[in-house]
């Protein structure tokens, strides 16, 4: 996990997009993949990958529905749906009797699909969560953090 930060940061200083998951790292410690031996295999794959690369390009770059300026990604589909089924699992963790809870995980459930956007998803829940909270009088259960990246969201989207 510290390797998974440290890349993730460096490659923040280095300007790229992100080139770790930390979620996927921890799944792969907890599935007992502790001594980096998964992550050989996995890179070992990825090159065996690069053979394919052309197949993947000509099924993933994308379709151009006609007369408009959208298109069809139908290599990624197969994944988000499969991602967003083992996803949705967690949500009988919810408080669903708790309009403070419900609210900012149904906003942020609803928000993902609607705006194709998994990170769009996760700012309005950061927003909607320190807000909810504060109007239901209850503002003293959020950790300052969240305030901060509520704060950092709404930043964010009012400059963008």
Same mark, same amino acid.
């Given at each position: 996990? $510290? ?112 705006? $194709? ?8 829940? $950061? ?31 009012? $400059?963008?």
């Amino acid at each position: 996990l $510290f390797a998974d930060a440290a890349g993730a940061t460096a490659g923040a200083v280095c300007g790229t997009s992100p080139v770790t998951c930390y979620i996927e790292s921890a799944a792969g410690v907890a599935a007992g993949g502790r001594t980096g031996l998964a992550n050989v295999v996995t890179g070992l794959l990825f090159l065996a990958a690069l053979l394919f690369s052309p197949l993947v390009r000509m099924l993933g770059e994308g379709w151009q529905i006609p007369g408009t300026n959208d298109y069809l990604y139908p290599v990624t589909a197969p994944a988000l749906i499969v991602v967003g089924s083992l996803m949705v699992k967690n949500i009988i963790e919810i408080d669903w009797g708790d309009p403070s809870e419900a609210l900012p995980a149904f906003l942020t459930i609803i928000v993902m699909p609607l705006t $194709f956007s998994i990170a769009d998803g996760l700012a309005i829940g $950061f927003i909607a969560y320190p807000l909810v909270k504060l109007l239901a009088g209850r503002g003293q259960e959020v950790h300052g953090l969240v305030y901060l990246l509520a704060l950092l969201f709404i930043l964010r989207y009012a $400059f963008l």
